[in-house]
């Protein structure tokens, strides 16, 4: 599966634009990209997934540029909430195994 | 709709003990999938189940840890016996369908602590 490198922490604050991007670049052509957000003493709860360009839902919206090598998550107007820990993971429908990195550690201040 | 349940949530035991998870996946879904993370480790897979059956065991460090998912249901993971490095929180997943395009419902995990 493809190997995933994203920041290992951010900062934020509340009512901000927070984007955490995340390099993919042996990205195979059925990969698709896929967020998890991870509470503390809870598991990992899928957020959003795309193949390419711009997909948006009621909690994110996910950046794909042309060459896929690379995605950008996007949380509009952040909250205390979502202090958590966000992983990027590609992989399609073969296979079975998630593979995380060491995800993105993002904290929101007030 | 529940969602996966896993217990204990905590467990404590000394070293050479004997512990048994147990994990229930959301109704209708076949596809059981059971992780971990030891201290300062990235999550990682250890075994698959489709049904009742043991699709990929590949993540399975050793012959300490035994999986068995009775009847398709729920699905038990028992280490016996229990060393210090086995410590560490123990996810459990299950889906529709197999595959990572397919979204993973977790459990809460079960944090393991052998002393």
């Known amino acids: 599966l493809a190997k995933t490198t994203q920041p290992i922490s951010m900062d934020s604050y509340e009512g901000q634009e927070v984007n955490i991007t995340c390099s993919h670049n042996?990205?195979?052509?059925?990969?698709?990209i896929t967020w998890y957000q991870q509470f503390p003493s809870q598991g990992p709860r899928f957020i959003i997934q795309g193949y390419k360009t711009k997909v948006t839902n009621e909690v994110a919206s996910l950046f794909i540029p042309a060459d896929r090598k690379s995605s950008t998550l996007s949380l509009p107007r952040v909250s205390l909430s979502d202090t958590a820990v966000y992983y990027c993971l590609v992989g399609g429908t073969a296979g079975n195994m998630l593979t995380f990195g060491g995800g993105t550690r993002l904290m929101v201040k007030p | 709709e529940a969602g996966v349940t896993q217990f204990p949530s905590h467990s404590v035991i000394e070293k050479g003990q004997t512990v048994t998870l147990r994990c229930d996946p959301i109704?209708?879904?076949?596809?059981l999938y059971w992780y971990r993370r030891v201290m300062g480790k990235e999550i990682k897979f250890l075994l698959h189940f489709v049904k009742e059956s043991k699709q990929d065991e590949s993540g399975m460090p050793n012959n300490r840890f035994l999986a068995e998912r009775t009847g398709g249901t729920y699905s038990t993971l028992k280490v016996q016996p229990a060393e210090l490095e086995d410590s560490g929180v123990y996810f459990c997943?299950?889906?529709?369908?197999?595959?990572?395009?397919?979204?993973?419902?977790f459990g809460s995990g079960t944090r393991l602590t052998v002393v």
């Open positions: 109704s209708g879904h076949d596809n």
């Open positions: 042996n990205i195979a052509t059925n990969d698709y």
């Open positions: 997943a299950s889906s529709q369908a197999s595959g990572v395009v397919y979204g993973y419902t």
